[in-house]
């Protein structure tokens, strides 16, 4: 079955360049977040959609991160003017309803970024 | 706002060992909770969560954990580990009436044969 569809699953990008990672969730799925684990560190928020709600972007480290998710569907996490710090796995992550549930969220497997 | 410690960010063991790794939340609100293992370079994997009822909660691989709301602790336990345990684990919490996933720094338990 497919789960969590992230693309790609390694990046290398010269400091100062834009990168765009992509997010494909489990069909169905109203609920998609983007997490960063840097190295050696845990899981940090940085954006969650649900449905056609405006998103939660309290998490985006700067205005240099932004998100979008077209069609309720496929998401992509844009990284502008990209800086050494930014180096990471981006997890995309989905659930069949992000609000007032315990439903299981499924990860994907990152995508792995190194700016040098 | 909610928060999570894990105790241990290096847990080493022998196999057939038992293990527990700990984990203590910090939320005003009702929470539920969850443990993820990451194995090298794949994603995350729920193992089990605690949404309501028992306390005791048994998940995938033999593992389970414990909600211990006086001690706001949900501690993941296994009475006897393999190598193949060996990997990254992950306490998250969520509060009922939110959406946003919490995690902790993780716990690396490594089994040495």
């Known amino acids: 079955g497919a789960g969590v569809s992230q693309s790609p699953s390694n990046k290398v990008t010269e400091k100062g360049k834009d990168v765009e990672l992509r997010c494909d969730p489990i069909?169905?799925?109203?609920?998609l977040y983007w997490y960063r684990q840097s190295l050696g560190q845990g899981l940090e928020f940085l954006i969650y959609?649900?449905?056609?709600?405006?998103?939660?972007k309290s998490g985006l480290p700067s205005d240099r991160f932004s998100a979008e998710r077209t069609g309720g569907s496929v998401s992509t996490l844009t990284i502008q003017r990209t800086q050494q710090e930014d180096s990471a796995v981006y997890l995309c992550?989905?659930?069949?309803?992000?609000?007032?549930?315990?439903?299981?969220?499924?990860f994907g497997e990152g995508s792995w970024l190194t700016v040098v | 706002a909610q928060s999570v410690t894990q105790l241990d960010s290096q847990v080493p063991v022998f196999e057939e060992a038992p293990v527990e790794l700990r984990c203590n939340y910090s939320?005003?609100?009702?929470?539920?909770l969850f443990w993820y293992v990451q194995y090298p370079n794949q994603g995350l994997q729920l193992l089990l969560k605690?949404?309501?009822?028992?306390?005791l909660v048994k998940g995938i691989n033999g593992f389970e954990a414990e909600f211990n709301k006086s001690q706001t602790s949900f501690h993941l336990r296994k009475p006897s580990v393999h190598i193949s345990d060996t990997a990254e684990y992950f306490c998250?919490?969520?509060?009922?009436?939110?959406?946003?996933?919490?995690f902790g720094e993780g716990t690396q338990l490594t089994v040495n044969p």
């Open positions: 998250a919490v969520k509060e009922t009436s939110g959406s946003r996933l919490t």
């Open positions: 992550a989905s659930s069949p309803q992000g609000g007032i549930s315990g439903n299981t969220i499924y």
């Open positions: 939320s005003s609100v009702s929470v539920y």
């Open positions: 069909s169905g799925h109203t609920a």
């Open positions: 959609f649900q449905g056609n709600s405006a998103p939660d």
């Open positions: 605690y949404l309501s009822g028992s306390t």
